[in-house]
């Protein structure tokens, strides 16, 4: 495809989710029933009832979710991004729909007939995280909302790894990727939850060799996937996938392609929160492949937008101090 025909840097699909982000302890996270670190799904009236018990504490409320986060930095940075995802009929799911457009990705966002999903986020006093996710609408992606012709003028096209989670929405991503491998387009895709790889291994395993050139994972996804240690993890998966990273957090992060490993050390900063470091950290790297620099040229300015995300509260960078990378 010629450079007149290519339009877009970045075409994504995501659970369009808002984030709940709210400072609290161990004892309130008991207290509804949550298991501090860890990372539940909730329904609708359970997780309305979170969200009432939260409000005295003035959560911050951005639009979120993985692919999302990882659009919303490489916009920020100066790319071209378009997002799919679905919203509800509410307040929450017009405040996505809005800060999207301000931000300027193009949007292919759908409205239905039912509440916004949302991320709710906990963040004790020792900085560890608690989640409970409700998808709502977000799950409620069909084929006909997925705009083919844009996807195929998109140099990158971007799958979140947490849609696997549903089996419908399962079976359209993997219809995408064969259309963007079909149309000679790089794929890329985030293992996303240690949880998805333990209950969706041979799915994901047939998805990523047959469609993915470009796979993210943290150190405990990488080791589900393959029963293997990190370092001998990356190997494994780069059997399969063109380019593998893998996400160490604190220990910074190691890239592997065919006849090239690296190690690259995280910034020592002080860190406010955690949530969206790893998002980040993909959108700094996927922002440097567009630009044609090497994989470790890459990996050290991802480790930039990683530390930007985690010297404050949300998984959202500020516009103005990612200006400062560029």
Same mark, same amino acid.
């Given at each position: ?7 877009? /840097? ?19 996270? #008991? &207290?509804?029933?949550?298991? @501090?670190? %860890? ?25 979120? %979710? ?12 100066? #790319?071209?991004?378009? +997002?799919?995802? *679905? *919203? %509800?009929? /509410?307040?929450? %799911? ?15 966002? @759908? ?6 999903? +949302? ?8 900085? /560890? ?14 084929? #006909?909302?997925? /705009?083919?012709?844009?996807?195929? @003028? ?23 990727? #064969? *259309?963007? &491998?079909?149309? @000679? ?60 990273? *893998? ?75 990612? &200006?400062?990378?560029?």
């Amino acid at each position: 495809m010629s450079d007149e025909e290519t339009i877009l /840097d970045v075409f994504s699909i995501g659970n369009a989710l808002v984030d709940v982000i709210v400072e609290s302890d161990e004892e309130h996270i #008991k &207290k509804l029933d949550l298991t @501090k670190g %860890g990372h539940v799904f909730v329904d609708e009236k359970r997780a309305k009832k979170i969200i009432e018990a939260l409000n005295e504490k003035n959560p911050k409320i951005l639009p979120g %979710g993985a692919a999302a986060n990882v659009i919303s930095t490489l916009s920020f940075l100066g #790319k071209k991004t378009a +997002y799919t995802g *679905v *919203v %509800g009929s /509410d307040e929450y %799911g017009q405040k996505f729909i809005d800060t999207f457009t301000e931000d300027g990705i193009r949007t292919n966002i @759908k409205k239905v007939r039912d509440h916004s999903g +949302y991320a709710i986020t906990i963040i004790t006093p020792d900085k /560890d995280r608690s989640f409970a996710t409700y998808l709502g609408a977000s799950n409620k992606l069909e084929e #006909k909302d997925i /705009d083919f012709e844009t996807l195929k @003028k998109s140099r990158l096209v971007l799958i979140e790894g947490f849609q696997f989670y549903d089996t419908k929405l399962r079976d359209l991503l993997i219809n995408v990727a #064969k *259309v963007a &491998k079909k149309n @000679k387009k790089t794929v890329v895709f985030d293992l996303s939850s240690h949880d998805l790889v333990t209950q969706s291994l041979p799915e994901l395993k047939s998805f990523v060799k047959n469609y993915v050139d470009i796979l993210f994972a943290n150190q405990e996804e990488a080791t589900a996937y393959t029963n293997l240690e990190p370092d001998k993890a990356i190997t494994e998966i780069n059997k399969d996938v063109e380019v593998v990273i *893998v996400k160490l957090g604190e220990n910074g992060s190691m890239i592997k392609t065919k006849g090239e490993f690296y190690e690259v050390a995280a910034k020592r900063v002080i860190v406010a929160d955690t949530d969206g470091a790893g998002d980040a950290y993909t959108a700094g790297f996927l922002n440097e492949y567009l630009n044609e620099k090497t994989l470790l040229e890459s990996a050290e300015f991802a480790t930039h937008t990683a530390a930007l995300a985690v010297t404050k509260h949300g998984a959202r960078i500020n516009k103005e101090e990612l &200006k400062k990378l560029v």
